[in-house]
């Protein structure tokens, strides 16, 4: 079966040497086939699998918001599959902000980068 070993959240422009563990619980290795990436540009890699756990590093490619899946297969079978979502940040370090806000009866709206996580409001 197949484990992410990794981070799912980066900066933009990170280049990270990611991998997954592939765990062949048989007795004996074996070889099997390793389907991996971003929905539509998926690389084939063919595995000789130890007994036990085997650390698979992962071919560097660049990193986009979103979904990335791996597929192990077997004798032309699907052993397993895994999906993992990245969250790519904006280039720089995130740093907490503050706004004060009167309230008016309409409309009421927030200055926020379109990056921001983590929003809390507290009335006062």
Do not use: C, H
Not at 25 to 33: D, N, T
Not at 57 to 74: C, I, Y
């Amino acid at each position: 079966y197949l484990k992410w070993s990794g981070p799912t959240r980066f900066r933009q422009g990170d280049q990270p040497d990611l991998g997954l563990f592939v765990f062949n619980q048989g007795e004996q290795p074996v070889k099997a086939e390793l389907l991996s990436g971003p929905p539509g540009s998926q690389r084939s890699q063919t595995l000789e699998l130890a007994k036990g756990v085997n650390y698979i590093p992962l071919a560097q490619q660049p990193l986009s918001d979103g979904d990335w899946s791996a597929e192990l297969r077997q004798d032309g079978q699907v052993r397993d599959r895994l999906a993992v979502r990245f969250n790519l940040l904006a280039d720089g370090w995130q740093v907490e902000q503050m706004q004060n806000l009167s309230l008016a009866a309409a409309s009421n709206p927030l200055q926020l980068p379109a990056d921001a996580r983590d929003v809390r409001l507290r009335l006062a």
